[in-house]
Structures are given as C-alpha cells and as structure tokens.
C-alpha cells in the first residue's frame, strides 16, 4: 500500500499564490505516475496536473497552464504544485493521487490508485 499524504493549500486573494505539498511512502515512489486533481462544492473532480516517473513529462489543464507548476523530488519521495496568479474559480480541495499506469498524460481519475486525503485552497475575489 501507499500513503499519501498532503500539506500547504490555505487562503489567498486573487493574483496571489499558494503551494501544496504531498508525501507518500510505501512502495517505490518513481514508480508511480503522480498528479493533482480538484474538487469544488457541488462539481465533479477533475484534474489539474500530471507529472511522468522520471519528472521528464508534464501535462496541464488548459485552465492551468502557465499558472500553475507540478514537480517530484523521487529522493525526497515528494510531489508538489505550485499556484500562481490564483483566481476565485481555483477555489477547490486539492488532491494528490498516484498511478501506476507509465505516463504523464494521465487526467481520468479512474486511472489512479492512490489517493490523498485532500488539502483546502481558498482564493478570494
């Protein structure tokens, strides 16, 4: 089994920024494609940014791009995302999941395995 588990998010007003963080242990982590997806009240997750085994490979949302950064550290057994240039509608509980499926393109969330217990991000108007 994997553990995930996420640190950071909070609150921020629009044009600001924020970063989230998340940990795993248990099996090795390079062996997993890694990725954040979101949730907002009321809305189904979707996803936000995937990054390959190696960290060679990232994919974003088109809503995201440019704003936001995924990167891995595999010696720190760390995933993180950072947000700049926030708007209200990234407002959402941010979630860490792993795959074991190979590739950075990976946006279905059926298509990971693991998942973290969710971090709130709050951006204001």
């Known amino acids: 089994q994997v553990q995930l588990v996420e640190t950071g998010g909070g609150l921020a007003q629009a044009g600001g920024s924020l970063s989230v963080s998340c940990a795993a242990s248990?099996?090795?982590?390079?062996?997993?494609?890694m990725a954040w997806f979101r949730q907002a009240p009321g809305k189904e997750r979707e996803f936000v940014a995937a990054?390959?085994?190696?960290?060679?490979?990232?994919n974003y949302r088109s809503s995201v791009k440019g704003r936001f950064t995924i990167s891995r550290d595999n010696a720190k057994n760390t995933v993180d995302l950072q947000m700049n240039s926030l708007k209200p509608e990234d407002t959402a509980v941010y979630y860490c999941?792993?795959?074991?499926?190979?590739?950075?393109?990976?946006?279905?969330?059926?298509?990971?395995?693991?998942w973290g217990q969710g971090t709130q991000v709050t951006v204001s108007s």
């Open positions: 999941a792993a795959s074991m499926q190979i590739g950075a393109y990976l946006g279905s969330a059926m298509l990971y395995d693991y």
């Open positions: 248990g099996r090795t982590f390079s062996s997993f494609t």
């Open positions: 990054i390959s085994r190696s960290g060679g490979n990232t």
